[in-house]
């Protein structure tokens, strides 16, 4: 229960962030008259608001407000698509966004400058518990008789589908099969006692006392760190790149570029770090990242990073591989275990 309480409480210091950080301001001239509309995925909330704050201090944000709309990437994205109105999309997976150039609200070639798209990035951690009592140091530990995971929905949330992924390069990465790697993932599966529609909705399920092992993104655990949560998390020996993509649509306000181009700059991804994410450009300052396991070293280098474009070719193709409803393999895997609702 004091567990619960503490999430509850870190969920409404968020949303009190979120208020304070949306209103923005009516100085100046430059941007008064602007609301740019934000939709994402759950995660990046946080970061977000700390970004628009700084960007709400230079002259090209003066006084612009926000409109935001977080939860799990793929619900947002089919909401833009159904009609939620957006000027700025920032998710988990790059397919959320083709989704959108798809429906032509998002130009084609949104991903053709040096960033390739993407605007934030982490990577997959086990977080577990205050002194790590179940003794977890990698993924084989995950598929051992009696421990409890927590993951989200691979149907929702992107994130989950990172953790799949990393859990899946554990044993293909590292000379196994796809059979193998099927059948590593299926023994993983049977031990997921929860299954939420988000990455946040799995940390704060996690924080309120589920499961021994949460499969999460590094910055969240950060982040619930510097909240005053108490827990540990392990850097498995193979982990996954997580790249988080962001897109301005074809009939935003002009000063979505603007936004994009401080989201991009070093101040933009100062405020990442300082949330726990890895900054995606060289030169970006990471020192007093608050919450991190090394203060000196907060973003240790993993023994063996996977990437997409390095280990399974491209979203496209692992989209179609994993995740098709129908035929994708983790898909049938999670339906196989009876956990997906």
Not at 66 to 71: A, I, L
Not at 150 to 177: D, E, K, M, Q
């Amino acid at each position: 229960m004091k567990n619960r309480i503490r999430a509850a409480a870190v969920l409404a210091a968020t949303a009190v962030l979120a208020l304070s950080a949306c209103g923005g301001g009516d100085s100046g001239t430059t941007g008064s008259s602007t609301t740019l509309n934000i939709v994402g995925f759950a995660v990046p909330e946080a970061a977000n608001k700390a970004i628009a704050a700084e960007w709400n201090k230079t002259e090209a944000g003066k006084g612009v407000k926000f409109q935001t709309s977080y939860g799990a990437s793929g619900d947002q994205s089919r909401a833009v698509v159904a009609g939620l109105k957006a000027d700025y999309v920032h998710f988990s997976v790059s397919s959320d966004v083709t989704r959108l150039v798809d429906a032509n609200l998002v130009a084609k070639d949104w991903n053709a400058g040096p960033n390739k798209g993407i605007v934030s990035s982490s990577i997959v951690v086990l977080a577990v518990r205050e002194g790590n009592p179940k003794g977890i140091k990698g993924w084989d530990d995950l598929i051992k008789p009696g421990v409890q995971i927590v993951t989200p929905n691979p149907a929702s949330s992107g994130a989950a589908r990172w953790n799949a992924l990393a859990a899946w390069g554990h044993i293909t990465a590292n000379g196994g099969t796809d059979a193998q790697a099927t059948e590593f993932l299926t023994k993983l599966f049977a031990n997921v006692v929860a299954l939420p529609g988000s990455g946040r909705d799995a940390t704060t399920s996690f924080l309120g006392g589920t499961g021994d092992v949460l499969l999460a993104y590094e910055n969240e655990a950060i982040l619930a760190t510097q909240a005053g949560e108490k827990f540990d998390w392990v850097v498995p020996a193979t982990t996954i790149l997580i790249e988080n993509p962001g897109a301005i649509l074809t009939n935003a306000d002009p000063k979505a570029k603007d936004w994009l181009n401080f989201v991009l700059s070093k101040d933009g991804q100062r405020q990442f770090a300082l949330k726990g994410f890895r900054p995606i450009i060289e030169g970006v300052d990471t020192t007093g990242i608050e919450g991190a396991k090394d203060p000196a070293n907060p973003f240790p280098a993993p023994e063996k990073l996977l990437t997409v474009s390095k280990d399974f070719e491209s979203w496209s193709a692992l989209s179609k591989k994993f995740f098709d409803e129908k035929e994708g393999i983790i898909v049938k895997v999670i339906a196989a275990s009876g956990k997906a609702k």
